[in-house]
């Protein structure tokens, strides 16, 4: 009972010791924030006057420490296809603030195309913040927005870009990364467990003697050694063939991800 | 009318004449003999012209003392020139319960080679290699509770038929085009051969971990010598609580491990081999009532015992070292904390 409580113990201290290791720190961009270049580009003027929501996007962007734009696609946009999407949000975004820097450019695609294709794209430390929640914000964002076959009304524009900012201050308030603590977590109780285990059976009795030392071999006699060859049969079996396909790709200083509508 | 009572010649126990098999059987050992047999080995030990030398039975006798440990219950044999004062097992002192007869006087001895100090490096060199055993462990205190001492031993020369039978296969495999083709062979293996075991020993004493005494084997039985009450002074001696009948089971098993080493050797050059038909058969045994020296020392910890003991004569040592949970627990934390902040770091920057 003893040895259960103090393995449950250390399995506590080391999930503990995990989680604060995991709550990372910020770390400070090599580059400042370019408040000014944080802003809302709206392409069809569906949202007016973007003062209001540029103030947001500014607050938001020097709350954590990196930059923002907000790219709202216009009818010229219609005819992008998602590929193209991806590298044009990264191309403005590197236009904007520069190659290199930390910051986010989310792409809400109201130009009209079916499906629509909204596109959230990191860069610099924002990318250690947003990895894997690209679509889970684009998701959410979107949810303010008309499917792509309706029209597209100021207030659903304005309404998915607050719930954009809202969603990604409060991922930024809470950056501990659960999987990576799962699986570090996972390594250190599977070292514990491993390493206890295996010195535990070395502390065991070794029986270690050969009862065959014992036989007198000069006494020791065959009085019947026969091996008859009683029958020989051939099998045949087909060979299974199997085919493997696959293949990496990889980017360079952008990481991101979206949803349709 | 004299009768006589056959005794088997295995492990000692009444033999019994079994009229479906017309044999006599042994309900203890499970063995079977011809009468003929038995009724050759009674004519050849009454036709015996041995003796027993009672010279020295009455010497054993007047200078044996026997101690008992009312703590653990363990007798222990001492001359009449030293006196035992504490129990080699359970470290309590003992007293002197009296004499012994003669039936408890070995045969033989082997006397220990391995001095005192001999003995200590051994155990020292064993220990350091062990992190986790508790720290008194390692103390000098625990060193002074290595007592020398002869442990009585039962050998055993067993006269063993082996009768196995076999299939063996050959396989062969080769690849054409799209086809895997398998050819199997298969032979009828037939062994039967006489086999003699020498010198099989099993302790008699009950306390001491069986397993423990054959983890020293062997001992090399050319030391052997008669007998001789010289050999204790300055060791002490276990009186055996187990007979021939006891430990017979024990040797039954080794000698049949011993003869399927001899018989499996000889089958070779198969691919697989299933036995269909396996016979061991104890024919006869001889026995030996033998004093072979060890090492002894015990340890208790957390309420169990823990056993230790060195060959007196070829230094091998076998013994199960106490663990300390808490301290390994201890060290298995650190190296999982590290593995997982080096886990994080990496993840950090990898993922």
């Known amino acids: 009972m003893k040895k259960i409580i103090l393995i449950i113990v250390n399995i506590i201290i080391i999930a503990f010791i995990g989680v604060m290791i995991s709550i990372k720190a910020f770390p400070k961009s090599e580059y400042p924030v370019d408040i000014e270049k944080c802003v809302c580009v709206d392409v069809n003027g569906i949202l007016g006057d973007t003062g209001s929501i540029n103030d947001?996007?500014?607050?938001?962007?020097?709350?954590?420490?990196?930059?923002?734009?907000?790219?709202?696609?216009?009818s010229a946009d219609a005819d992008k296809t998602d590929y193209e999407i991806e590298r044009y949000s990264e191309n403005i975004y590197d236009d904007n603030f520069g190659a290199?820097?930390?910051?986010?450019?989310?792409?809400?695609?109201?130009?009209?195309?079916?499906?629509?294709?909204?596109?959230?794209?990191?860069?610099?430390?924002?990318?250690?913040?947003?990895?894997?929640?690209?679509?889970?914000?684009?998701?959410?964002?979107?949810?303010?927005?008309p499917p792509s076959t309706e029209p597209v009304k100021?207030?659903?524009?304005?309404?998915?870009?607050?719930?954009?900012?809202?969603?990604?201050?409060?991922?930024?308030?809470?950056?501990?990364?659960?999987?990576?603590?799962?699986?570090?977590?996972?390594?250190g109780v599977a070292t514990f467990i491993i390493l206890f285990f295996a010195i535990k059976y070395r502390y065991r009795f070794k029986h270690g003697q050969d009862s065959a030392v014992y036989v007198a071999g000069d006494k020791t006699h065959f009085t019947n050694e026969q091996d008859i060859f009683i029958r020989e049969y051939t099998t045949k079996t087909k060979i299974q063939t199997s085919s493997h396909s696959g293949g990496s790709h990889g980017g360079g200083g952008h990481s991101g991800g979206g949803s349709h509508r | 009318m004299e009768s006589t009572e056959y005794k088997c010649p295995n492990c000692s126990a009444g033999l019994t004449f079994m009229p479906e098999t017309q044999k006599f059987g042994?309900?203890?050992?499970?063995?079977?003999?011809?009468?003929?047999?038995?009724?050759?080995?009674?004519?050849?030990?009454?036709n015996a012209t041995g003796t027993v030398d009672t010279a020295e039975i009455q010497d054993f006798e007047e200078h044996t003392n026997l101690y008992h440990c009312a703590s653990c219950g363990a007798d222990i044999m001492a001359d009449d020139e030293q006196t035992a004062l504490f129990c080699y097992y359970c470290h309590n002192p003992v007293i002197l319960s009296g004499k012994l007869t003669g039936e408890y006087k070995p045969d033989k001895i082997i006397g220990f080679k391995l001095t005192r100090e001999q003995a200590e490096n051994r155990f020292k060199e064993w220990v350091k290699k062990r992190w986790f055993v508790p720290k008194d462990f390692k103390t000098d205190e625990q060193l002074e509770k290595m007592t020398g001492l002869y442990v009585p031993f039962w050998t055993a020369d067993c006269d063993m038929k082996a009768d196995v039978e076999a299939i063996g296969k050959k396989i062969r495999?080769?690849?054409?085009?799209?086809?895997?083709?398998?050819?199997?062979?298969?032979?009828a293996i037939a062994r039967k051969a006489d086999i003699i075991t020498e010198g099989i020993p099993a302790d008699g004493e009950s306390k001491i971990e069986d397993l423990l005494m054959e983890s020293i084997e062997p001992f090399d039985y050319d030391d052997l010598k008669d007998f001789s009450m010289s050999y204790f002074s300055g060791f002490f001696a276990d009186k055996f609580d187990m007979g021939k009948a006891d430990v017979f089971p024990r040797i039954k098993q080794r000698a049949t491990q011993a003869g399927k080493k001899v018989i499996d050797s000889s089958i070779f050059g198969y691919d697989s081999v299933i036995y269909s038909h396996e016979n061991y058969r104890i024919l006869g045994t001889k026995w030996q009532h033998i004093m072979l020296p060890v090492w002894f020392m015990t340890y208790r910890y957390k309420d169990k015992v823990y056993e230790f003991a060195v060959n007196g004569q070829t230094g091998k040592l076998a013994g199960t070292p106490p663990l300390d949970s808490a301290k390994l627990a201890l060290f298995s934390s650190a190296i999982g904390l590290a593995v997982t902040a080096v886990s994080f770091l990496i993840g950090g920057f990898l993922i």
Request: hydrophobic fraction near 35%; charge should be negative.
């Open chain 1, 56 to 74: 947001s996007i500014r607050k938001t962007a020097e709350k954590l420490g990196f930059n923002i734009m907000i790219y709202v696609a216009g």
């Open chain 2, 173 to 187: 495999t080769w690849t054409s085009g799209d086809y895997k083709y398998t050819n199997t062979k298969e032979y």
């Open chain 1, 100 to 145: 290199g820097t930390s910051g986010l450019i989310y792409y809400i695609d109201v130009s009209g195309r079916s499906p629509a294709y909204d596109y959230l794209s990191a860069s610099g430390f924002a990318r250690d913040i947003y990895r894997n929640k690209y679509s889970d914000i684009t998701e959410y964002a979107g949810k303010s927005l």
């Open chain 1, 154 to 187: 100021k207030e659903h524009v304005s309404n998915a870009i607050n719930a954009f900012l809202r969603d990604i201050e409060s991922y930024a308030k809470s950056p501990v990364d659960y999987t990576l603590i799962l699986l570090c977590f996972g390594i």
């Open chain 2, 26 to 46: 042994c309900e203890y050992c499970s063995s079977e003999f011809e009468v003929a047999y038995i009724q050759q080995l009674y004519a050849d030990e009454e």
